[in-house]
């Protein structure tokens, strides 16, 4: 089996923990080798309308780079940093750790741990409090 569904379920987590407000952070690290990009994080931000979007700051080792999505377009602008040079993606969230992982084989997993945060992200209380999820 390959990783893409796994994938796919990782990132189900990841639309859950925000929907339910649980969401504290994301990001992709343990890159395969010295490159250049070093990792990349996620983060909510509220847009002027009242509506939600995701900050990802992909931090190289001369420069930080961040661009604005929404949910689903993160998704797709992650998805070709996996296995290039990503080997894992950790989701932080108020009930568990969630990490999802590639191994050389293709063969993806995740893995549920205690959870390392015991607050939300600011963001997402913020959406919270306003009625934005």
């Given at each position: 089996m390959s990783y893409e569904s796994i994938?796919?379920?990782f990132w189900q987590k990841v639309k859950e923990s925000i929907q339910s407000g649980t969401f504290a952070k994301l990001t992709?690290?343990?890159?395969?080798g010295d490159t250049e990009i070093k990792n990349i994080y996620f983060r909510l931000v509220i847009n002027e309308d009242n509506t939600y979007g995701v900050s990802l700051t992909a931090r190289?080792?001369?420069?930080?780079?961040?661009?604005f999505h929404t949910l689903d377009e993160a998704f797709i602008v992650l998805t070709p940093y996996i296995k290039n040079p990503f080997l894992?993606?950790?989701l932080f969230t108020t009930d568990a750790d969630i990490?999802?992982?590639v191994n050389k084989k293709?063969?993806?997993s995740?893995?549920?741990q205690a959870p390392t945060f015991k607050n939300a992200s600011p963001v997402m209380l913020e959406m919270i409090e306003k009625g934005i999820i």
């Open positions: 994938l796919k379920e992709l690290a343990k890159t395969i190289y080792k001369t420069e930080e780079i961040e661009s894992t993606a950790l990490t999802f992982k293709n063969v993806g995740i893995i549920e």
